[in-house]
């Protein structure tokens, strides 16, 4: 009889609990749907709060107070028990501040990346700048033009922080046009203090020199000691450009490049900007391998003046001078007086100097040995060949010696230089 009702019982068959209901209608299952707002998500992002962890640590070592939950705090839920046991955002900013003055530099700077209260407080405190945030010499700052094979089509232009104490280097890359009213990388530049800038393979233009500008105004002290512009398109710029920059870094340079530039005009360079430097600390002046842009002058309006300056301050840089519009009388008063200053200097070691003139019209050999002769200058070639002819220069009664190296101006350019006259 008992066997009778079990077989008139409807049994449910057994069925496991399908933990992902969604999973009936799809054959494929979408984990990160399920994985969204569960407790896995809340206990990964615990893992990832290794700075916040760090900080209190040494917060609650600092203080004395233990960081092991109460038997309550274990009760509520994973959400409202991260946020009683860390609770960073009501710290006071004096805490904070002083929690920051006990770690390192490399952690107090990627500390500033946690949350925006951070960063204000890290970058405001004028005790962090005394202590830990002081300022760091910087080897060189380079600013190059991105190819666009390298950055994916876009038009990029990296800057490069170089180190030569360290042998380290950081680089990030910025989109052009560059926003030049936002200033992203004030908290980098207020770090550094820079000794050398290049700028290569790029079109110079204002906006990169405003923007260069207003970066290097929040350097605590801005003294480059060398200004590199090389391979650089000229043809966006204006007279005023170059000048701009000159204007905040060319009294302290000592050394000045411009070399391998294209789309340049008679006014880009001129004895102007020579002028915004400080005669008496340049110790090498270079203008090569230029390629003027389409225009009746032939060279650019660096001249005469310029050396006159250098022989007032009784400073002789190294030169390199292409394209110039320098006379060969000028450069024999140069290599002149340099060494009479090298004759009566007691202390001078280095007594050697060299000048090279490249492709300059007003600037022949056979003048230059005229105005030396006239000079007392002792005079002689000591290499000729088709393209260079270097002579070594003495004083009448001198051990020193000057070295000027003329590169004659092409044929293609002596056709057209015959109608002008040769101003001396």
């Known amino acids: 009889s008992f066997q009778m009702e079990v077989n008139h019982l409807q049994i449910t068959p057994l069925l496991r609990k399908n933990s992902f209901p969604s999973a009936r209608k799809f054959s494929g299952l979408d984990f990160r749907k399920e994985f969204k707002g569960s407790v896995l998500e809340r206990k990964a992002k615990n893992q990832r709060r290794g700075i916040i962890s760090s900080i209190l640590g040494r917060f609650t070592d600092w ?15 994973d959400s409202l028990s991260c946020d009683l046991l860390c609770p960073i955002d009501e710290f006071p900013c004096e805490i904070l501040l002083e929690i920051f003055a006990k770690l390192d530099r490399t952690t107090v700077i990627r500390c500033r990346e946690v949350c925006s209260k951070w960063k204000n407080i890290i970058e405001d405190a004028n005790v962090l700048r005394q ?80 923007f260069l500008r207003m970066n290097l105004h929040y350097c605590p002290s801005l003294s480059p000691v060398q200004l590199t512009l090389s391979n650089l398109d000229f043809g966006t710029a204006k007279s005023l450009t170059l000048h ?58 660096l001249g005469d003046d310029s050396l006159r300056l250098f022989i007032s301050a009784n400073n002789f840089p190294t030169l390199v001078l292409d394209r110039c519009n320098v006379t060969t009388g000028v450069v024999c008063d140069y290599s002149h007086s340099w060494l009479d200053s090298a004759q009566y200097d007691e202390e001078a070691v280095h007594r050697h100097q060299v000048c090279t003139v490249k492709r300059c019209h007003r600037v022949n050999a056979a003048h230059f040995e005229e105005e030396c002769s006239k000079r007392r200058l002792n005079c002689r070639r000591s290499s000729v060949t088709r ?28 056709k057209k230089e015959e109608g002008l006259p040769h101003l001396n």
């Open 63 to 77: 203080t004395g107070i233990s960081r092991k939950p109460s038997k309550r705090l274990n009760a509520v839920s």
């Open 131 to 210: 202590t830990l945030l002081k300022p760091k010499t910087l080897s060189r700052l380079c600013i190059r033009g991105v190819p666009k094979k390298e950055s994916g089509g876009k038009r990029m232009i990296e800057m490069r922080w170089i180190d030569y104490d360290t042998q380290s280097c950081k680089a990030i890359l910025l989109p052009i046009p560059l926003n030049v009213n936002a200033s992203p990388l004030f908290f980098a530049f207020s770090q550094f203090q820079i000794q050398r800038i290049v700028i290569q393979d790029l079109s110079f233009t204002d906006d990169i020199v405003h």
């Open 244 to 301: 701009h920059l000159l204007a905040v870094v060319g009294k302290t340079l000592e050394v000045l490049e411009i070399q391998s530039v294209y789309g340049i005009r008679p006014l880009d360079f001129t004895d102007a900007h020579v002028s915004q430097l400080d005669a008496t600390k340049v110790r090498r002046l270079v203008v090569d391998k230029i390629r003027l842009s389409g225009c009746t002058s032939r060279s650019l309006l």
């Open 387 to 414: 393209t260079t002819t270097v002579y070594n220069i003495q004083s009448e009664h001198g051990h020193d010696e000057f070295t000027f190296a003329l590169f004659p101006v092409p044929v293609e350019d002596s």
